[in-house]
């Protein structure tokens, strides 16, 4: 007679639990089953991301991005290792901000770092009241009601500033005094920043105080900054004060180069712009003021809060003079004031 093998399957194989597996593979089975989920809860967490909102784009904003990774590092964190970093670049337009920080937010990311200046911290705040934001910028953020006060910033954004609308009247000062024969200056803006008002209307104050002609000239991208310095040049004006400015800090190679293309003495706020060739700077440094930025989003990733974290003032200013550049312009530096100087390019 036939056995039918579905209805009378054959008996186990001697050591086996069916279907050909060893009482020995089946336990091991369902302990893997049984501590799959705590392995699970084991694995380490997603890497923290951080949102960049840069002015510029990647390839001149190099000096940001590398002083702001050495600040995490700094923190203990290194990008691609323990940190993940989201870019979005304006590529020197302030209305692209609104958009790239909306971005941002929709991502969900760990931290924005607000580096276009006042701009971007302005649109970040609008973007969220809720994603830490770490800002690095000139203007007074308490006017801006972007934090409480800047020992208690109370929300969600702390950050740096440099004043460097205060800046602005010294700068005009140091130049008076460094060509000395200049009665007319003029001051180069960017007419798309939110600061502009501001730096004109203290533009105008310190033009009137040492009495100076003053020719504003604009420049927004780095084709109207060639035309801003031939309309400088056609003015007669005897030197210029580059207004502070996330684009102008992003075109510092190019703007020493058409200052002396054009023979023009000029000034900026950062120490940056010396050492690219200009005449003098008086300011703080781009770098220190990015690195400080990324000190703080290390902090707030290791769990500090932005509300507790006061607002820094990058206080200390320097004066560079390069001394090479005014060689070529001609210039003779008075003595007093090549003392005063914190650094002398020769």
């Known amino acids: 007679m036939t056995t039918d093998p579905k209805k009378n399957p054959p008996p186990p194989l001697r ?3 069916g279907w050909g597996v060893s009482r020995r593979e089946f336990i091991a089975l369902i302990a893997a089953a049984i501590l ?9 967490p997603a890497m923290p991301v951080i949102g960049f909102l840069g002015p510029g784009t990647a390839e001149n904003d190099v000096r940001r991005v590398r002083a702001f990774t050495q600040g995490l590092r700094e923190m203990g964190y290194n990008e691609g290792q323990n ?17 790239l920080a909306a971005e941002l937010v929709q991502a969900r990311v760990n931290v924005i770092a607000a580096i276009g200046g ?18 690095a910028m000139a203007a007074n953020p308490v006017d ?45 803006v960017n007419p798309t920043s939110p600061l502009t008002q501001y730096l004109l209307r203290d533009a105008e104050a310190a033009a009137r105080t040492l009495r100076l002609e003053l ?3 604009r420049a927004s991208t780095t084709r109207e900054v060639e035309a801003a310095f031939a309309a400088v040049s056609q003015s007669q004006a005897g030197a210029l004060v580059i207004a502070p400015d996330s684009f102008f800090s992003d075109e510092l190679e190019e703007l ?22 200009g005449f003098a700077s008086y300011g703080a440094s781009i770098a220190e003021t990015y690195r400080l930025a990324g000190v703080y989003a ?18 200390k200013v320097e004066l560079i003079i390069n001394l090479k550049t005014a060689k070529v312009l001609g210039l003779d530096i008075p003595p007093s004031l090549l003392a005063r100087a914190d650094e002398v390019i020769e």
């Open 144 to 188: 801006l009601r972007l934090v409480e006060s800047l020992g208690r910033p109370g929300g969600n954004a702390t950050g740096l500033t440099n004043s460097a609308v205060e800046v602005g009247p010294k700068l005009f000062e140091l130049l008076r005094d460094m060509v000395p024969t200049a009665t007319r200056i003029a001051l180069l």
């Open 83 to 99: 940190v993940a970093i989201e870019y979005r670049w304006a590529e020197g337009r302030y209305d692209q901000f609104p958009p």
């Open 118 to 135: 006042t701009a971007s911290a302005v649109a970040a705040k609008a973007a969220t009241n809720s994603v830490p934001i770490v800002f």
């Open 15 to 17: 050591g086996t639990v």
């Open 256 to 277: 020493a180069a058409q200052a002396l293309r054009h023979r023009m003495p000029a000034i900026y706020a950062t120490r940056e712009f010396a050492l690219a060739g």
């Open 215 to 217: 020719h504003v000239a």
């Open 36 to 44: 799959r989920p705590s392995t699970v809860r084991a694995q380490k």
């Open 298 to 315: 290390g902090r707030i990733l290791n769990g500090e809060k932005p509300a507790d974290l006061p607002v820094q003032q990058v206080a």
